[in-house]
């Protein structure tokens, strides 16, 4: 299995209970969390040597967030605990029917989001890994965060240590300092060996409109603009989600290659979710996990969206499951007690 480093920011999720609005009752159900760290915790569960690299504020609160990593199996040597500022925060409300989920930020400020490049030895971190995974979300929080993503993917290609890169654009946390959200996001592009993108992600960082009649086809579109722009690029994997409702979406899957690889996973009805938080995540540790253990290009897009749908049934950040049980589900859909 492959050594894998993680960069990015662990939260503290606070969420209403059950499918109550924020404070309906005085109560919040407290998950650890964060684009990254729930990747780390996925690849971790799947047999992989993760390493999580971060930084945490000296107290109970990031210390309860790193012991989570640790009993996922994840390496904690590179998070760095510091006696200064905050943990990142946010709150979540479940949507129900109708009524969609909302997320609140609060993560200005925080010990990740003051952090400089110069705190992490990034040739010592990436020795003998074989793929470095970073996301959109982080450059996001901050100009010296995105210095700091961008010195770490630098390192890596240096190193000769491949590049994953989820765009994970969030337009609320760029609005809230003025950052240049398609320069910033251009340049981790251009580093990177495979990205988890759709077209609405290319059209932002190369300022291009996609308008062909279906999503797939936008897609197509898209990756083919992508893989023009950027050499390094080899792939870009993507899920499409149709929403019928809060709580039954329809998911589906793409994996494209700068060789002509095209593989498509049949979409999976999700009626009754539980929580889709993290779902993403684990559709991109899924698709790590098939590159890194050498599946066809059809079985690892198979295998990325089935580890995303089993996200959808199972409360919190992260996904635990392991890898036999991802087959099982691509083996059989019966649904009835393991005993």
């Known amino acids: 299995m492959s050594r894998i480093v993680c960069f990015g920011e662990l939260l503290l999720r606070l969420g209403a209970p059950g499918r109550e609005l924020l404070l309906q009752t005085p109560q919040l159900q407290v998950h650890v969390g964060g684009a990254e760290a729930n990747v780390a915790v996925s690849l971790s569960c799947l047999g992989h040597d993760v390493q999580m690299v971060s930084t945490v504020p000296g107290n109970a609160l990031g210390r ?11 390496g904690v040597d590179a998070v760095r605990e510091v006696d200064r500022d905050r943990m990142g925060l946010y709150f979540l409300a479940t949507g129900a029917l109708q009524r969609s989920s909302e997320v609140v930020y609060d993560r200005a400020g925080s010990a990740f989001a003051n952090g400089t490049a110069a705190e992490h030895d990034w040739p010592t971190v990436l020795r003998d890994a074989q793929w470095l995974h970073v996301s959109g979300v982080s450059p996001a929080l901050g100009v010296n965060v995105a210095e700091c993503v961008l010195v770490a993917v630098r390192a890596a290609r240096r190193a000769g240590v491949r590049v994953s890169f989820d765009g994970n654009y969030r337009p609320s946390l760029w609005q809230r300092w003025g950052g240049n959200a398609a320069a910033i996001l251009r340049e981790l592009f251009a580093e990177a060996d495979i990205v988890f993108a759709d077209h609405r992600d290319i059209e932002l ?6 308008a062909q009649d279906t ?22 994997a993507c899920t499409h989600r149709e929403l019928v409702s809060a709580d039954h979406h329809v998911l589906g899957a793409l994996l494209l290659g700068r060789d002509g690889t095209r593989a498509q996973a049949p979409s999976r009805p999700l009626p009754g979710i539980v929580d889709r938080i993290g779902g993403g995540d684990a559709f991109a540790a ?4 098939g590159l890194a253990s050498g599946f066809d290009a059809e079985s690892t897009v198979r295998f990325g969206l089935a580890a995303g749908a089993l996200k959808h049934s199972i409360p919190g950040d992260f996904s635990p499951v392991r890898e036999a049980e991802v087959w099982a589900l691509l083996e059989s859909e019966q649904f009835d007690v393991r005993r």
Do not use: D, M, N, S
């Open 286 to 289: 899924g698709i790590l996990h």
């Open 215 to 236: 999503p797939i086809a936008r897609t197509e579109a898209a990756a083919a603009a992508a893989f023009a722009a950027f050499p390094q690029l080899q792939y870009l």
């Open 64 to 74: 309860h967030a790193v012991a989570e990593l640790r009993r996922h199996g994840v």
């Open 205 to 210: 960082v190369l300022g291009l409109c996609f």
